[in-house]
């Protein structure tokens, strides 16, 4: 065993494509996620808003390396690591050496502080989370249409989301196409049209990472789909009876915080500089500082370029995974270094929801269904595999043609007694 | 508002049977269910053993009846009926009074005075035991990858399923195809071809509902995929440690209960007589006696034939519903009562697994891949909607043909943790 021990951690966008890439006879790979599946993250507001199912964006790791004895993949959470013994601690107490160590373990959602709205306002980063915004929407109209109350009954069918990012633009889109477009004529008692879909954004104007032209088509194409976009004023206060935007209450029932995003603790375990939002500070070849065999790529790996950092998506996630992989490559044939590390940006994507969407390549700007359709095709294209191509296909054409989401699931049952106890007692 | 109201308890087969059949202007039907979703129970054991995703075999059932004004669907859960104010009481401590009441509340899985054992030995009757069990059985493979301890490892490649309808073999026999076709190449350290499925039955032979040439060819069948069929031991134990057969100890970390029925509460709700496993006894129309207007059907009624119980499953409650629904429309209508039910046996189906079924239709009994061909397009036709038949077909031809199953998620990320943390103290 001498090969060189390549240890990854984390199999999110850059984690796959490092070990994609680094196919060279003499390494070993082992890959530890803390999850069973690689999450086709992009996608996942589909999850939470009932479009896809659950395990059409996730995908077991271990499946995808099942040809590449080379490559150990390991259920298991790592907590330290030890760079001078040059080992990763993980969670059941084991240690894992390396020669070299990938960090890509990723960001979550932040809450500027604000921990405890996180019970009432969950974010999504996780199949859980989604389930459970799936989960608090539909049980939403399910209360509503049995609320005598009147207010009770708008706060119910008021639905929040914090943060005009691609996610909360595209949240806010299918939530509003949902209670206009699939349950109307589903209900007796209430009439779902009749929901409130709020867009909160504190800054000036929504999809702030895109054209302002594209903005301001996404903007009145979301009023067209009936969401209130209020712009240029925070959430000071979310609780269970609603939210609070600048000094104004809204009673609400759900709220969906896509605002603020808070890296792995990468930076943490390797002593080192972080940014604000907690992402390593790396070289320009993306190692760590004084740490030539640590790299850290994705989104808990802070790259500036001329001045502007790499965003957080999952295509500059990809372009790192690879470059780490030539860096690697070269080191072990002994070739002279790579250049430093540089990002390609090759435009940015949005859905606003069925028919509309927005894309930005720059020079080239595209909204509406033609927009859409590339938007539809490429993420098809990028899922993993002939069987799940086909499958979101599917629900898509069905989705589009009949109008009917294909996952309105509401799981698990406790959750569901305690809501619904909730509401008796509030009632 | 003097329509005649019909109130349906329970959105599983024989409640949806019976309202699809009750379509007659002067009714008005309020369906309620604990869930939102009616569940396609003939196929959880696929969705338990990573073949198909949940939302492919649930369908919320408010949606099928969208074109139904008269049709209000609630989620709810019925705690008690009153008959002499004719009204059910929610948990919600809503009440609601009906002309008509069908109680179609189904069964759940039954410990036999154990119910200690449930914990460790899960029973498959909702979604989340499902995903559970999913969990459970994924979860053991991955710790056997990395457990040191020999007889741990074993203990983890141990799984036990506790009777042998066709529930407990379609879940032994795909957990062994699991082991044997879809997981060998993706595990370093564990050869997942030594895995021990053991078919735990007290009785004399598998499958009893069937005939004994089939029962027969059912268990070499099993036998070729690496089943161990153990036969007239009943399990006397089950522990977090294994499972103790007759007085045999097996060490197994995953145990799956298919073996009691007990039904819900219908019979209790009406001071009714109920069979040992609490089904209320009906009179020859299905009503309760002395409650003509009170029907009970589907798993929770106790139908004898000539001698013999009516089976627990999905054409049997079906006829129940339709039988029902003609019942009421000839009372509103004034016509003469029908003649009392009678329950048609269409035949019984068993899959082992790939490309190996049995169907019984009495004279013709067909076994191997032609059985299984008929199985899958019964089951096919029998789902609601093209979008699923068409998404079902897909997964099923995907798995046929490239032995990859298609939902292997470990969800629920708190259990994961726990269960790695109670592996790591055990190691």
């Not at 993980?90 to 932040?110: C, F, K, N």
């Not at 996780?126 to 209360?143: M, N, P, S």
Request: aromatic share 8%; with cysteine; glycine share 8%.
């Amino acid at each position: 065993m001498t090969e060189h021990h390549v240890v990854v951690v984390g199999g999110g966008f850059a984690g796959l494509q490092l070990v994609n890439d680094l196919k060279c006879p003499p390494v070993r790979i082992t890959l530890i996620d803390r999850r069973n599946h690689h999450l086709f993250q992009p996608l996942l507001y589909q999850v939470a808003t009932t479009l896809l199912a659950t395990s059409e964006i996730a995908w077991p790791i271990r499946s995808l390396y099942r040809d590449r004895p080379e490559v150990q993949t390991i259920l298991g959470e790592v907590v330290a690591v030890d760079s001078s013994s040059k080992s990763v601690s993980l969670s059941s107490g084991e240690r894992i050496s390396y020669d070299t160590l990938v960090l890509a373990t990723g960001a979550t959602h932040a809450y500027f502080g604000r921990d405890d709205w996180e019970p009432v306002a969950p974010g999504l980063k996780t199949l859980e989370d989604a389930t459970t915004i799936r989960r608090r929407a539909l049980l939403a109209f399910e209360l509503a249409e049995r609320a005598r109350d009147v207010g009770e009954r708008e706060a119910l069918l008021t639905f929040a989301i914090v943060g005009a990012g691609p996610t909360g633009v595209e949240l806010a889109g299918i939530i509003a196409e949902l209670a206009h477009r699939t349950l109307p004529r589903e209900f007796r008692a209430i009439d779902t049209r009749k929901t409130r879909v709020l867009l909160i954004e504190a800054g000036k104007r929504i999809l702030p990472s895109f054209d302002e032209s594209l903005s301001d088509y996404a903007q009145r194409s979301l009023a067209k789909r009936g969401v209130e976009v209020l712009l240029g004023r925070p959430v000071t206060e979310c609780t269970a009876e609603g939210v609070t935007v600048g000094n104004d209450f809204v009673p609400c029932r759900t709220i969906i915080w896509a605002a603020g995003v808070k890296a792995s603790p990468a930076a943490t375990w390797m002593n080192a500089d972080a940014d604000r939002a907690g992402r390593a500070i790396v070289e320009q070849d993306l190692t760590v500082p004084g740490n030539p065999e640590v790299f850290v790529i994705g989104d808990t790996a802070s790259v500036i370029e001329q001045g502007r950092p790499v965003p957080g998506i999952a295509p500059a996630a990809k372009q790192q995974g690879a470059y780490v992989a030539k860096v690697i490559r070269s080191r072990l044939e002994g070739r002279k270094r790579p250049s430093p590390f540089h990002y390609r940006h090759q435009g940015s994507l949005a859905t606003i929801g069925n028919n509309a969407a927005i894309i930005d390549f720059g020079r080239i700007k595209l909204r509406g269904w033609l927009a859409w359709w590339i938007w539809g095709l490429a993420h098809i294209y990028f899922l993993i595999g002939t069987r799940w191509r086909f499958a979101v296909a599917w629900s898509w054409l069905w989705i589009s043609v009949s109008g009917q989401h294909s996952a309105r699931l509401i799981t698990q049952r406790e959750t569901i007694k305690d809501a619904t106890k909730a509401q008796d007692n509030a009632a």
